[in-house]
């Protein structure tokens, strides 16, 4: 017999990108944490990484990153979410 799978419809909203760029340049990776968890994790440990070693200068290199992939993960995640792809 064939049965009748209900349509299931997943309401979400997208992230705003320039919100995450404005949370990236005031909190670095713990603003990144909006736009993508993973990408603010690895971030936090490579800032303090590498202030460390460098006694904060290499922070002028990876907080520009940091503000560069939440914007991009914030458009990346929005296009996942309009083209229908899952994005867990």
């Known amino acids: ?3 009748i799978k209900p349509n299931t419809v997943v309401v979400t909203t997208t992230k705003n990108v320039g919100l995450a760029i404005v949370l990236a340049v005031f909190f670095g990776p713990l603003g990144m944490l909006y736009s993508t968890v993973v990408g603010g994790v690895i971030m936090i440990f490579v800032n303090l990484i590498v202030g460390i ?3 904060g200068l290499g922070l002028l290199i ?3 990153i940091c503000i560069i ?3 991009i ?3 990346s995640y929005n296009k996942k979410l ?3 792809q899952r994005s867990y």
């Open 1 to 3: 017999m064939n049965e």
């Open 82 to 84: 309009t083209s229908g």
């Open 62 to 64: 990876t907080w520009p």
């Open 53 to 55: 070693l460098t006694l």
């Open 73 to 75: 993960a914030a458009n």
């Open 69 to 71: 992939w939440a914007g």
